[in-house]
């Protein structure tokens, strides 16, 4: 368990799961419910998904959540 003084950065590789399938931030937008912008922003690192989306994105590649999103403990 991290300890108090440590942030987590949740980590993602979503842009290789759509490569692979050769799909556009749009095409996996439409698939999932969600707008092109917030594909933008997790793969960016500026947003966070919820727990539901995690597991949304995660279905869709048929994967597991942690083959696309990972912690890295950062101390502060």
Known sequence: MPKAEQQLQILNCLHVFRAERRITQAQLAAA???TRATIVAIEGGGYNPSLELAFRIAHFFE??????????EESK
């Open 63 to 72: 994967t597991d959540i942690q083959s696309i999103f990972w912690i890295e």
């Open 32 to 34: 999932i419910g969600v």
